[in-house]
Every structure is written in C-alpha cells, then in structure tokens.
C-alpha cells in the first residue's frame, strides 16, 4: 500500500492535508495503525452504493407506519410524507449517538453493519436530504 508515515504528516500537516483535500485520499501508517484522510466529497462518493430503504405499511386508523431496513427504527405518521420525515430526524439522531459512542457500537456484532449509514447521514447531516434518499416499499396493511 502506498503509505505516509505519520513522522513526515507531521513535519508537512498543512501540505498533506492539502493533498488529501484537493488531490487524492491518503493512507498514513502510524505504527500498527493504518487511516485514510480524504475530503467528504470522496467519503460521498464511496458511500453512494448506501441506501436508506424501508416498507411503509397503511394502518387501519389511515396513519403510515414505515420501518427502516437497515436500522431498527420505526415511526409512524398522519401520512407517509410525515412518517418518512420522522424516520429521516430518527436515523439523524441514532447516527448521531453511533458516532457520540462509536468505540462501543461499531464493534457490537449487531450494529456494526450500521456503520456506513451512520457515516452517510452524518455527512448529510439534513433532515430533508435523509428524506429524500429514503428508498420506500409499500405494504398494505
């Protein structure tokens, strides 16, 4: 792998970081330790295979209920259009506190699957732009 040791980041931090930004990622080894630094552009970009999906199913009282697939969230709604924006400020705030405890939930076997999601909502970080990638199945209750 093409590597930067951590030394020479440190004596060039603002030209590497530069690079990073404005050229290509960059991979710095650090001991036993490997990271990549790159823009959020690129991280957008990896992350664009990554799609927030979920079912939507008509209740009998006429409200929507729609349940992420990735996740384990659930709201419920008047109607889909709210459900929908409920579900995007859910998964805005779980991605939030993933990555507020993310040394703890990124190794759960359970939600270590969440991490591209988190990351992708993170880097979105609006409500309505969460909304939007929503990709939704309809069920009919």
């Not at 990896?46 to 927030?52: A, Q």
């Not at 384990?72 to 805005?92: F, M, P, Q, R, Y």
């Amino acid at each position: 792998m093409l590597t930067v040791n951590a030394t020479d980041v440190r004596k060039d931090f603002s030209n590497i970081i530069d690079q990073a930004v404005h050229q290509r990622p960059l991979f710095i080894k650090r001991s036993k330790d490997y990271l990549c630094l790159s823009n959020l552009a690129t991280m957008e970009s990896i992350l664009s295979i990554y799609h927030f999906t979920a079912e939507t199913e008509l209740e009998e009282d006429g409200s929507y209920t729609i349940t992420s697939n990735e996740m384990d969230l659930v709201e419920n709604g008047n109607t889909e259009e709210e459900a929908c924006k409920k579900l995007a400020e859910s998964i805005l705030e779980y991605a939030q506190e993933f990555y507020e405890e993310y040394s703890l939930w990124s190794k759960a076997p359970n939600r270590k699957k969440h991490i591209p999601y988190v990351l992708k909502a993170i880097i979105l970080s609006d409500v309505k732009q969460i909304a939007e990638e929503i990709q939704k199945g309809v069920e009919q209750g």
